[in-house]
Each structure stands twice: as C-alpha cells, then as structure tokens.
C-alpha cells in the first residue's frame, strides 16, 4: 500500500485569512516593512474586485492611507463630500459637517479600494495572495507555532502554513471568528426591529450629497457611489423577500419618501442589485484569542447606517500592522497585547452612535408616539444648537482617530 502524501508545509511569520480592506491594508504595510506574510481568499479576484459594498471613506483613514502609499488613486479618482441633507415633512435641511469639524468624507466605492490594494501588494509589491481556496482550517492558535490549512483550488491538495500569527479578516461570513471559544471570548448582538432594502441604480446621483429621507412610510437614504450609479436605502420589514419590490414599486416609494419642495427629481434607473438587510451588530470581545487577531466584520459588524463599517475595519488594520511590524521588527510585543482594547474603544463609540443615528431615523415610522416624538426632538437639536450639531458632526465623521 502506498502512504498517503505529506501536506505540504510552508512557514511564514504571518497569515492573512481574508481578502477585503483590512486584509489587504494590512498585507500592504507588512509587505513595506519586510514581514512576509500569505493573504488567502476563498473568493476569485474578479470577484472580489466587483463585489458591490461600501463606498464612505472617513477623512482620517484616508490620510492614513497615504501616509502609507496606498491612496494614490483614491485621493486622484474619489469625490469629497463635506455636507449631508434631511428631508423631512416636506422640506429639507443641509447639514455642513465639514464646517464643523474640518473634515470631509471621501465616495469611493469599496470595490475600487480592494482593487487598488490589490495590485499594490500583488502586482507592484509582489506579495503572495492565493485565491479560491477552500476549506480553510486553524490549528494550534493558542500555542506558539499555529498553522492554517486550506485547499489548493487548482490542484485539490491540502496545505498548511506554519506561522507565528494568524490575522482573522474574512468578515461576518467568515471562519476565523468561529475559533474563539465561548468560555474565552463573547458576543454582544443588537438587533434594531428594522430592514433595509439595498438597492443600486444605474442612475446619476440625484443630489450632490447624501440624503437621509425621514418619514413616516419608512426611512429612505440617497447615496452617490460615482457618476452613473447611486445607492438608495428603503426601510422595510426585517426578512421582505426582494421579490416584493418591483422596479414601479421601488420608485414610487422613492419618490414618496425622498420628494420634497426644492430637490430635483429622482432619476430612475435599471436597478442593478436588490437585497434586503435585517439590521444588526455586534461585538466580539476580545478581539484576539492567542495567535488568531480578528479584524474588520470578522470581530464587530456595524448596521450600515452611518457608513462606519469599512473605516472599523481599516482602523483595525491599521493598529494590528504597526503592532506586528514592532513585534516583527524589535521584539516590542506591547501592541500585540493592547490590540483588542486599542480597537475596542473607537469600535463602541461607532457602535453607540450608529444606534443613536438609526433612532433618528426609524422613530418617526415605528408606529410609537413616544419614539417619533424623541426621534423628532434629537433632529432639531442637531439642526437648530451649535453644541449638538457640533457633536453630532464629530460622531459623524469620525473625528478623533489616531490618524
């Protein structure tokens, strides 16, 4: 009988399991810095590349961003936006956070960012990402030498990676998460009664900014994503099947719910992508279980409403890629240790005002006179007090990142 073929190995000091903003972002800043690492990916680069996500870029990672070269193409292609706008009972209100604060927000799709990170680390920096594997696999993560096994896609042989640190960035989705076990670690859920229709449009952006459409039918949001194509949001039931929603459907509810004295029209296009979103977060904690780091929708999953949930991810990159390149670099293991609470604490701020926002916005179509009437209190707070629209701004774009 014929033994079977060892797994081949491979050793390298870090393995990135996950292909999205904070995966590559970190893969980028490790690669500058000398410190091999392996990016796997169950999905195709095509893939990847095209996958429809979010397209709200906080000023502060953008600068991060370029600090490290890795924001050329965003800073020449993206769009700055420095205000956003209410519409409610029929008349609309323009908030100018950039006043208030100094920064501005950047539209740049997440598919073009990955796209850019992705050839900075494949194709200039020559850094090794393997895409389609299968059946990735952790080993050991609470000893000193883990390992990550997967399936090579072209050929079906099982490998392993041996390495000192695993990264955990394969999002809500993902399979690093589930390693954590109950008794070392814990998830905090909330979930807001609401769901959101996604939509995108092939149409022109019908405002210069975007709307959050309050009503009492249900909250809508325009959101530009480049200058053909356009995000809109629909509040539905949690678990509306998609189907329920043909395109007269969609835009009438549109216009009903965005309409006011003032604003252009709509423009209606072929609606590209229809889904429907059960809104809900959560929050790992801690973030890091021996070897394994979890980073981005892999640790905390923030409701897309206030776009927080790609700049989480790119702040977490961040952190954990200087904490490796000290460790990596001069032994300094202080960053590896304080990663979970350096993330932590910014991840509960977004969280915090991320249901505070959805409040806003949901309250006036819950049906409840209490909760309509506090939603409508909090706006005109935020439109008519300098104080509170000052706070609000800050919250809003996330002001007070280290970056």
Known sequence: ???????????????????????????????????????????????????????????????????????????????????CEFRIDGERHRFRYAELTGDRHFVYPQPLLVTDLVREYADVRGGDIRFGVRDVALHAIDGDQPSVLYTDPATGERRRIECEVIAGCDGARGVTRTYVPPERGSMARYDYGVGWLALLAEAPPSCDCVVFGVHPRGFAAHMARGPQVTRYYLEVTPGDDPENWPHERVWSELHARLSVTGSPPLTEGRLIEKRVLDMHSYVVEPMRYGRLFLAGDSAHLVAPIAAKGMNLALHDALVLADALVAYFGTGDGSGLRDYS?????????????????????????????????SAGARLRRILGSPVAAATFANSYIGKGAAW
């Not at 505070?356 to 049906?367: D, M, N, R, T, V």
């Open 341 to 373: 609470s350096a993330c932590l604490g910014r991840v509960w701020e977004y969280q915090e005002f991320s249901q505070w926002f959805a409040e806003l916005l949901h309250g006036p179509s819950s049906g409840d006179p209490y909760r309509a009437g």
């Open 1 to 83: 009988m014929i033994a079977p073929s060892p797994t081949p190995v491979q050793r390298v000091p870090v393995v990135i399991v996950g292909a999205g903003p904070a995966g590559l972002t970190l893969g980028n800043i490790l690669r500058a810095a000398s410190v091999d690492c392996v990016v796997l990916e169950t999905e195709t680069r095509e893939f990847i590349e095209q996958r429809p996500r979010a397209g709200f870029i906080e000023e502060w990672a953008v600068r991060a961003l370029r600090q490290r070269g890795l924001a050329d193409r965003l800073v020449e292609r993206a769009q700055p936006h420095s205000e």
